[in-house]
């Protein structure tokens, strides 16, 4: 199954979108839970989407699935980071009003590139970073037991370190 989650402040058409458009295109959608806020003005054709979900039936679907994809987020990284399930983020764009400024870009940046955080800087680049995501994850498949999931991305010193610096400069 895969995740996906736009946050709980605003809501993230663009993302929603184009993962719709993904859907349609790949055939899939069957296999994907959006969680898109009551706020979000576009409703998705080819996968099922839920305006929220509760605190326990959100960590039972991340415990589930076997990609997340959301917006760049540090709290959905984080959570894709302890639940041990590789992420695909698009960043939320200030000059597109979906943010107060780019430091969705900038987490993107930073993050983009380590072990399970993949990055679509554009809508358009999306659909091949899925294809590329899911492909790779069929010929080796991500840790998923919790006890790994806790400590495994977070016992890299160079994340450890990369955190402390992003959270330093904001």
Not at 88 to 108: F, M, S, W
Not at 128 to 140: F, I, K, M, R
């Amino acid at each position: 199954m895969i995740f996906l989650t736009i946050g709980t402040h605003e809501p993230f058409d663009r993302l929603i979108r184009a993962v719709d458009q993904w859907c349609a295109r790949s055939g899939r959608g069957s296999d994907i839970l959006g969680q898109i806020t009551d706020r979000a003005t576009y409703q998705p054709e080819h996968f099922r989407a839920v305006a929220a979900l509760d605190p326990q039936t959100y960590r039972k679907t991340c415990e589930e699935a076997s990609l997340i994809i959301s917006h760049a987020g540090m709290g959905s990284i984080i959570t894709a980071m302890t639940y041990g399930k590789p992420i695909v983020v698009l960043p939320r764009r200030g000059h597109l009003n979906e943010t107060r400024n780019d430091h969705q870009h900038a987490t993107a940046e930073r993050f983009g590139g380590r072990r399970g955080v993949y990055v679509a800087l554009t809508e358009d680049d999306l659909p091949n970073v899925l294809d590329e995501v899911l492909a790779n994850a069929d010929a080796s498949p991500t840790e998923t037991t919790p006890q790994d999931a806790l400590l495994s991305p977070f016992a890299d010193p160079n994340l450890i370190a990369a955190l402390r610096d992003f959270i330093q400069q904001k």
